[in-house]
């Protein structure tokens, strides 16, 4: 049978339906570009529109009156003034126009040399992450890396900030070693020099690696908002604390996560350890914490690195003691012992009278020691007692009498330490470049970031008891008698130094002070000039014996004895 022709509409209609779409294509594209600022100021009064609908749903029902009467007195304004509702129009189309603008998409994926970082970290982790037995392996080489890194973001050089890694469930996280190894890898292919925050998710197979940013250096000492027995250490990341405390960088004003100690007759880390490394900033934490102690309570200071680091502090209100000889540190600790029995035995009488305690014991009393070990070996070579020791009691029973000892010296020291210093100090802070088996060795626990070789002074980790590991920047509180000091930094030390009690070396007093306000006699003409007379030095005292400036230290010390 011979085919019928088809009509000629339906012959040639696909040429000429594709003539007319093209057409209509055409008077689309030139209708928009006509329309187009149009389009773009109706764009901008819909998102200009849905903004003040969710800006009146987040606002609260008692506060709507308000903002009523605020509109609306806007709007008479506007009114009233001359040309007032002609300058809102373009205002509005201005605005409008502002938010309707087309806005560059962002981009999908990562771009060439981002993808091959991805990928050269994807077959690094493939050693780690793969075995034989897996039938459907989510490592091996040559796979697809956007299975394993769901989630990864760059910063402005083209390294890693954020990454999200998926691994397989036979992974042993649970193993600190197998952890390590890959915290270790994911740090140097990510980029070296950067701090590296670790999550990992056992439930979830994924490890979230993220970067931090460099904790801040500008805090200067100051008064910080704290109550009585509580000490700020250092400042750290705000993910890791709960807690903000206003601080003065030069005239403004900013709120700071802080790390703070507590002390006290509930403190469960009553004495406190830091360790660290020639010029990490040990002496700088000790006067911090010297510093803010004196505002409470009494101090004495022993100094084993005799270079002066805590002669502001010399004859203060408040400062026991600074000694730095062996004979001085021997007798102050032999004080701090007895007085800590005195305060546990007053304590205990009271507590059995059923009355509070006496005032003397409620006042804290604080020992710090800087590199305690010079003195072992001082005493050692001298046969003498060490002066380690005498720390037991003030160590072991220090928590109920209101006595805090602080110990720094030096990472490479540790082993030098007494058994009672390294047992009942279990606030701890470890300052400058350390390894993971060093701070794991010093805190107890490995920290959540990866350590780097260079830090700024002061800079370190602190683990207060059982809790977590912090991230640690102690306040700058350099010795104000240093030249190399900036003088901001001088003003701010001396400033939170309490008032002398005593003069210092080579500092005498004023003869008019001396005289009780009374003026110097001038002679008279022809009167003979007399000689002043030099006043009668005062009697000698042994070597043995600390120049302390609180009364306590005056007297030779209480009796302990036995009541049968």
């Given at each position: 049978m011979a085919r019928r022709p088809l009509p000629r509409i339906l012959s040639n209609g696909s040429a000429q339906l594709a003539r007319s779409r093209e057409l209509a294509r055409t008077a689309a594209d030139s209708a928009t570009d006509v329309l187009h600022p149009l389009i773009t100021i109706t764009r901008g009064l819909r998102r200009l529109a849905a903004a003040g609908r969710r800006r009146w749903a987040e606002t609260p029902k008692e506060r709507r009156g308000?903002?009523?009467?605020?509109?609306?007195?806007?709007?008479?304004?506007?009114?009233?003034?001359?040309?007032?509702?002609?300058?809102?129009?373009?205002?509005?189309?201005?605005?409008?126009?502002?938010?309707?603008?087309?806005?560059?998409?962002?981009?999908?994926?990562?771009?060439?040399?981002?993808?091959?970082?991805?990928?050269?970290?994807y077959e690094a982790l493939v050693p780690y992450f793969s075995a034989a037995e897996d039938p459907?392996?989510?490592?091996?080489?040559?796979?697809?890396?956007?299975?394993?890194?769901?989630?990864?973001?760059?910063?402005g050089g083209g390294r890693i900030s954020q990454l999200v890694v998926r691994y397989p469930a036979y992974f042993t996280d649970g193993e600190a070693e197998a952890r390590a190894r890959i915290e270790h890898l994911l740090a140097a292919k990510s980029g070296r020099g950067r701090e590296y925050h670790f999550t990992w998710d056992e439930e979830g197979n994924q490890l979230t690696v993220g970067v931090l940013l460099?904790?801040?250096?500008?805090?200067?000492?100051?008064?910080?908002?704290?109550?009585?027995?509580?000490?700020?250490?250092?400042?750290?990341?705000?993910?890791?604390?709960?807690?903000?405390?206003?601080?003065?960088?030069?005239?403004?004003?900013?709120?700071?996560?802080?790390?703070?100690?507590?002390?006290?007759?509930?403190?469960?880390?009553?004495?406190?350890?830091?360790?660290?490394?020639?010029?990490?900033?040990?002496?700088?934490?000790?006067?911090?914490?010297?510093?803010?102690?004196?505002?409470?309570?009494?101090?004495?200071?022993?100094?084993?690195?005799?270079?002066?680091?805590?002669?502001?502090?010399?004859?203060r209100d408040g400062v026991l003691a600074v000694e730095a000889g062996l004979a001085g540190v021997t007798a102050s600790l032999e004080w701090a012992a007895t007085e800590t029995e005195r305060r546990l035995i007053a304590a205990n009488q009271a507590h059995q009278a059923g009355d509070p305690p006496p005032d003397d014991t409620k006042r804290p009393l604080w020992i710090l020691l800087d590199h305690p070990t010079a003195f072992t070996h001082l005493a050692t070579a001298d046969g003498r007692k060490d002066p380690q020791s005498l720390l037991q009691v003030p160590l072991r029973h220090g928590r109920p009498a209101n006595v805090t000892v602080v110990v720094a010296d030096q990472l490479d020291s540790l082993d030098a330490l007494s058994e009672p210093v390294r047992q009942h100090t279990r606030a701890r802070v470890v300052l400058g470049p350390a390894t993971a088996e060093q701070l794991e060795s010093v805190l107890g626990a490995p920290p959540h970031t990866t350590p780097i070789d260079e830090l700024p002074p002061g800079r370190g980790y602190?683990?207060?008891?059982?809790?977590?590991?912090?991230?640690?920047?102690?306040?700058?509180?350099?010795?104000?008698?240093?030249?190399?000091?900036?003088?901001?930094?001088?003003?701010?030390?001396?400033?939170?130094?309490?008032?002398?009690?005593?003069?210092?070396?080579?500092?005498?007093?004023?003869?008019?002070?001396?005289?009780?306000?009374?003026?110097?006699?001038?002679?008279?003409?022809?009167?003979?000039?007399?000689?002043?007379?030099?006043?009668?030095?005062?009697?000698?005292?042994?070597?043995?014996?600390?120049?302390?400036?609180?009364?306590?230290?005056?007297?030779?010390?209480?009796?302990?004895?036995?009541?049968?």
């Open positions: 308000a903002l009523l009467f605020l509109v609306a007195s806007v709007v008479l304004v506007v009114a009233l003034v001359p040309y007032g509702p002609l300058l809102a129009a373009i205002t509005l189309m201005a605005a409008a126009a502002w938010q309707g603008r087309e806005r560059s998409p962002a981009s999908d994926g990562p771009d060439e040399s981002q993808a091959q970082r991805l990928k050269s970290l459907e392996p989510l490592y091996s080489h040559g796979g697809a890396w956007d299975k394993a890194f769901p989630t990864y973001a760059f910063d460099p904790l801040p250096v500008d805090i200067a000492a100051q008064r910080f908002v704290t109550t009585p027995g509580e000490t700020v250490l250092g400042f750290t990341d705000p993910t890791r604390v709960q807690r903000t405390l206003p601080v003065a960088l030069g005239e403004k004003q900013r709120d700071v996560p802080p790390v703070v100690w507590r002390t006290g007759l509930r403190s469960t880390e009553p004495h406190l350890l830091a360790l660290g490394q020639p010029g990490s900033g040990t002496s700088t934490l000790l006067r911090s914490i010297a510093l803010q102690a004196l505002q409470y309570g009494d101090v004495v200071i022993v100094d084993g690195g005799g270079t002066g680091e805590y002669a502001c502090l010399t004859g602190a683990r207060l008891g059982n809790g977590p590991v912090h991230r640690l920047q102690v306040p700058a509180t350099p010795n104000p008698y240093d030249d190399a000091t900036p003088d901001v930094l001088c003003e701010a030390v001396l400033n939170l130094l309490p008032p002398r009690t005593t003069p210092a070396d080579g500092e005498t007093i004023p003869e008019q002070d001396q005289s009780a306000g009374e003026p110097e006699r001038v002679p008279t003409e022809g009167e003979p000039e007399t000689a002043p007379v030099a006043p009668e030095a005062p009697p000698s005292e042994p070597e043995a014996t600390p120049v302390l400036t609180k009364e306590p230290l005056r007297s030779p010390g209480p009796v302990l004895t036995k009541e049968k």
